[in-house]
């Protein structure tokens, strides 16, 4: 099984930057589609950014896009967030999610992924 892990949430200010990082534990996500999804309290869960395994394809949310990047490590073993330019109505549970490689993704699609972190709390103060 693929247990992904998320790492870098926390409380920041309104223009604030944080680094969300997943990982997974005991294999490589060299081979994986990538994707970070948010939901807020009483909100469905929306697409934020998706990264194909080979980076050949990058796809984000209208809302993030110029403020948020996602990327993978040298080694395509870890895959981050970067979110800058925070505002209150980015705060939500993050997750990172996971799919094997395979013929042109609907990476912006929740069904595409077979595998979920369990989340990590970013909150953003006005």
């Known amino acids: 099984q693929v247990q992904l892990v998320e790492s870098g949430g926390g409380l920041v200010q309104a223009g604030g930057s944080l680094r969300l990082s997943c990982v997974a534990s005991g294999r490589s996500l060299n081979r994986y589609n990538m994707g970070w999804f948010r939901q807020a309290p009483g909100k469905e869960r929306e697409f934020v950014a998706g990264i194909m395994w080979n980076s050949v394809g990058i796809w984000y949310a209208d809302s993030v896009n110029g403020r948020f990047t996602i990327s993978r490590n040298n080694v395509e073993t870890s895959v981050y967030l970067q979110m800058n330019r925070l505002r209150p109505e980015d705060t939500a549970i993050y997750y990172c999610?996971?799919?094997?490689?395979?013929?042109?993704?609907?990476?912006?699609?929740?069904?595409?992924?077979?595998?979920w972190g369990q989340g990590t709390q970013v909150t953003v103060s006005s």
């Open positions: 999610a996971a799919v094997q490689g395979g013929i042109v993704p609907n990476l912006r699609d929740q069904s595409e992924y077979d595998y």
